[in-house]
């Protein structure tokens, strides 16, 4: 079965621009999470999405957003990039939303705001 | 917040030898789960522990949970040069329809020298 993939795995970006970053589940997982990893701030939950519904969210300006499509892929969004928001975006997947069930994490989009 | 915390931040220890992290949090939990992360990759996952449940195996793996004092441990056995990574604590809280949100701790970065 393969795993949870994302692309890119390495984008640069200059402030202001925006950027999407795609996240496809382990085939049948229909919850997705996003997670924002930085060296000063550690894992931090973004959003989470289960059957086109955002369940979650955390505490994350506006400029973040998502969306989950019908085949339980998954985009982020950041406009008007900062320097702060260089990072590693990670995303899971797991079978079902509920803190009981294991989550898969992909190998991460590295995003560097120059 | 209910981020935990690792502790040790950094443990460097011969090959062979055991190591221990131990994780401490701040809220009550459903469970708290104990993940790897190899330099500037995704993370996988290593072993859950229910709230209700006070030890549990895996392999070279044993995790503890005293949810009295609000902390648990990862003891790894016999380690080898491959286990050098950064481990990492999630727990997740009670909250009802909350969805999948963990709450990662701030890492130990582990370094097993051969």
């Given amino acids: ?114 | 917040s209910q981020q935990g915390e690792e502790d040790p931040q950094a443990l460097s220890i011969q090959e062979g030898e055991n190591a221990t992290m131990n994780c401490s949090y701040k809220t009550s939990i459903n469970n708290l789960q104990w993940y790897r992360q190899n330099s500037g990759r995704g993370l996988v996952h290593l072993i859950l522990i229910r709230s209700n449940e006070r030890e549990k195996h895996s392999g070279r793996l044993r995790v503890t949970l005293d949810t009295s004092k609000k902390s648990s441990s990862l003891l790894i056995t016999a380690s080898r040069a491959a286990d050098t990574a950064s481990y990492f604590c999630a727990t997740s809280g009670k909250e009802k329809n909350t969805g999948n949100q963990f709450y990662f701790g701030t890492g130990t970065s582990l370094t097993v020298i051969p």
């Fill in chain 1, 1 to 114: 079965k393969a795993g949870v993939t994302q692309t890119p795995r390495y984008l640069i970006k200059t402030r202001g621009q925006q950027v999407t970053l795609s996240c496809s589940p382990i085939s049948g997982h229909r919850s997705v999470s996003w997670y924002q990893q930085t060296p000063g701030q550690g894992l931090q939950f973004l959003f989470e999405y289960f059957s086109e519904t955002q369940r979650n969210k955390g505490n994350f300006p506006g400029r973040f957003s998502g969306r989950q499509f019908s085949n339980s892929r998954s985009e982020m969004n950041v406009s008007t990039l900062e320097l702060g928001d260089s990072a590693l975006y990670l995303c899971a997947s797991s079978l079902a939303p509920g803190v009981t069930y294991e989550q898969y994490f992909g190998p991460g989009t590295r995003l560097t705001v120059t």
